[in-house]
């Protein structure tokens, strides 16, 4: 025969051992019969999202133990996100990329002057930047020609002669560099097109950062077999004034 029931037991206050804290169970700190069903349901439409101030209750803010359980406010929607963009080599002379991005007319023209067909458009799996004209220096780098036809070609102007022709900027990545392994390699000075910007000493390269335009020239004839070139692109690059 089952003992019976204690009167009192439920209304002990309920306690937490040290496994219940560290394992976050607070809720066990309010009684049984005071605990309510918790039912999420998740909106489906940004309509359903209500992102209205609260109103004030004049009610102290429910809490466990002294911490806050009131309901987070859901995260305020805007109608237009800011397109994604991320680094990527651009055509010499080019515009801050927010502004090339709303100027540029993926037109083309700049493609079909490079003499080198270094300059590709962006394929669609690139999103916000598909059709734009961009460079890589995997497949075919820039050779930075002299009048810079692509500048020329460009009618909106996010392509600009005023701005610099930099690009981006390459580093040698010793580990892999045949020439700092003792084999006599000079592949990347000898075709750079920019003079005085990769240093051989003792036969070992090394690319001056400041004076270099990423055209990507060294990556592209590195025969290492993992290529020894890190190129990135110039990530802040400056804007027209309106």
């Known amino acids: 025969m089952p003992p019976p029931a204690d009167n009192n037991q439920s209304n002990q206050k309920p306690r937490l051992n040290r496994r ?34 609260p109103a004030p209750s004049g009610k102290p ?77 995997d497949a075919n780098a820039c050779l930075m020609c002299e009048d810079f036809p692509c500048i020329s070609a460009c009618e909106p102007g996010v392509l600009s002669r005023s701005l610099p022709t930099t690009i981006g900027t390459a580093k040698v990545t010793e580990h892999l560099c045949l020439a700092h392994h003792s084999t006599t390699c000079t592949v990347c000075s000898e075709r750079c097109p920019t003079a005085g910007v990769i240093h051989v000493c003792d036969g070992k390269p090394t690319i001056d950062e400041g004076a270099c335009t990423g055209c990507g020239v060294c990556r592209y004839v590195c025969p290492a077999p993992e290529n020894a070139i890190l190129l990135m692109p110039l990530f802040n690059r400056p804007s027209l004034p309106s």
């Open 20 to 53: 219940d804290l560290l394992q976050g169970r607070l809720w066990k700190l309010v009684r049984s019969s005071e605990r309510t069903p918790l039912v999420m349901r998740y909106p489906k439409t940004r309509d359903e999202v209500d992102v209205s101030e």
């Open 61 to 137: 803010p429910r809490s466990i133990g002294g911490i806050a359980i009131e309901p987070v406010r859901p995260t305020e929607f805007t109608d237009t996100a800011p397109p994604r963009s991320f680094p990527v080599f651009r055509p010499p002379g080019a515009v801050a990329e927010p502004q090339f991005l709303a100027g540029c007319t993926r037109c083309g023209d700049c493609v079909d002057v490079c003499p080198h067909d270094a300059i590709i458009k962006a394929p669609d799996r690139m999103g916000a930047i598909a059709g734009t004209p961009t460079i890589d220096a």
